[in-house]
């Protein structure tokens, strides 16, 4: 949830700075195209002048302009201004949107005023790159020359307006009409810092994006984790609740949604635990109530003189009392009284094969390094305990292997006896249920299903398979 919203914020953060921008650069279009036009008629304007003026008076005027320390501030603009025998070729900036709209609007400004001129050249060149022709000194047997010099040192001389050695001046320059001459026109142009390659996206914009999306993160982590917190522990309680344990009662805090459900969760608890709890009562007063009955019965089956028959009630009467043993022990006994703790698989195991050797029987172990897990371990104990007595009785010997993998623990209980169909695999979990006809304290037919509900109170599983060369393994699973 944090992840689907902080995306959607992000995505909304990116659309919007990209709106931004494109909104940004249309307004500076227009003002740019504003600006271009005001620029194009304060051309027009000093190109009309000096056309009007015979030749050999411009240079003169020109003079007398600069001498005066500028040139043309009645045009609305400074215009350096020369004439020149070529054109000057100077290195103008990357084009780019802002210059083809800045030339565009100038050349049909300066049209429109002062009609079609032919070889109009207009470049937008760097402060720094701008050179004009200077007269040079004539070396000995030749005529006056020109050279090439920087425009800048001029300009400042001129007392012309200051700008930035980086920003562009436009320069316009075109062949006047019936003479052989170059008129050259310079001037700044406003916010001519966006016919360079401008940063639209800088690094104070991303910086702020940036703050807005982590503030907006943490906000949305904080909210989501106010969200499913309640969820969270709803979730442990449930898992505690299907492994046997009875859990709190919880705190009805969060969303409406999220009250009614813990509401409906701790109603549901508590019919369960009173159910249960109903349960042990009802069925340890049973089986403590048939144990006076069993008793009397007894005392008066001694008194039959027919030994056949007393032989075969005797029997009976014993069956019948390790039922109810065997019911009071599962009630008394049951998982979900126990705490649960750090275990030691591998030493329980040990010490289990180690009570098991006085009969002489098989015993192998082969546990690959020190297994731990948390659980209830008179219940862990007794479920092994189980197995294990199972494999000697069966099996005449029994092996222990053993090993925690990424997946979960395994333990599996091999023994080398006659086996279990397929049948008898599904049976022997069922309670009393029992492969020898005989029923003593040891084996009542409830071991497998009482070692099976101890797996599942740990989240794990208990599963017969087929041993390899015959007999039975018993595989015991736990989730890490």
Not at 97 to 122: M, P, Y
Not at 232 to 259: C, I, N
Not at 444 to 471: F, P, Q, T, W, Y
Request: proline share 3%.
């Amino acid at each position: 949830m944090t992840s689907v919203l902080f995306i959607g914020i992000l995505v909304a953060q990116l659309l919007g700075t990209w709106l931004w921008v494109e909104q940004l650069k249309s307004s500076e279009k227009e003002r740019m195209a504003e600006i271009s036009q005001e620029l194009g008629y304060n051309i027009a304007q000093a190109v009309g002048f000096f056309e009007k003026l015979p030749n050999q008076y411009r240079q003169e005027t020109l003079s007398q302009l600069r001498q005066n320390g500028g040139t043309f501030l009645d045009f609305g603009a400074e215009f350096f201004v020369s004439f020149n025998k070529d054109y000057i070729n100077s290195k103008p900036i990357a084009n780019n949107e802002f210059t083809a709209l800045v030339s565009n609007n100038l050349e049909k400004t300066l049209f429109s005023q002062i009609g079609q001129v032919d070889d109009l050249n207009i470049q937008f060149v760097k402060f720094s790159d701008t050179k004009i022709m200077t007269p040079n000194a004539p070396q000995e047997g030749l005529t006056n020359s020109f050279i090439m010099s920087p425009l800048v040192p001029i300009w400042n001389a001129l007392g012309l307006q200051q700008t930035n050695l980086d920003n562009p001046l436009a320069v316009i320059q075109f062949r006047l009409e019936n003479q052989n001459e170059w008129m050259y026109l310079a001037t700044i142009i406003p916010k001519g810092e966006l016919l360079l390659s401008f940063d639209w996206i800088n690094g104070e914009r991303i910086f702020t994006s940036s703050l807005v999306s982590l503030t907006m993160l943490l906000i949305t982590f904080l909210f989501v984790r106010w969200l499913v917190s309640p969820l969270q522990s709803l979730a442990h309680q449930a898992d505690l609740l299907g492994k046997g344990r009875f859990p709190r009662q919880l705190d009805e805090t969060g969303s409406k949604e999220m009250v009614a459900t813990i509401s409906a969760f701790n109603s549901m608890a508590r019919r369960i635990q009173k159910f249960v709890a109903d349960r042990e009562r009802s069925f340890a007063a049973i089986s403590h109530d048939l144990k006076t009955p069993l008793t009397r019965a007894r005392l008066r089956v001694e008194g039959i003189n027919d030994t056949s028959i007393k032989e075969d009630l005797i029997g009976d009467l014993d069956y019948l009392e390790t039922m109810v043993k065997s019911s009071l022990q599962i009630m008394t006994d049951g998982v979900e009284h126990e705490n649960t703790s750090n275990v030691d698989l591998t030493e329980m195991l040990e010490a289990i094969l180690k009570k098991e050797e006085i009969l002489g029987l098989p015993i192998k172990i082969n546990i690959d390094g020190k297994i731990n897990m948390r659980g209830r371990a008179v219940a862990l104990e007794r479920l092994f305990s189980n197995l294990i007595n199972n494999a000697l009785t069966y099996g005449q010997g029994v092996e222990v292997t053993g090993q925690k993998k990424k997946t979960g623990i395994f333990i599996q209980i091999k023994d080398k006896g006659p086996g279990l169909s397929d049948t008898n695999k599904e049976k022997v979990f069922k309670p009393y249920y029992r492969l020898e006809t005989k029923l003593s304290d040891n084996h009542s037919g409830l071991g497998m299903g009482i070692a099976r509900n101890i797996a599942n109170v740990h989240g794990g599983e208990l599963e017969l398979k087929d041993r390899k060369g015959g007999g039975l393994i018993v595989e015991v699973y736990f989730p890490v």
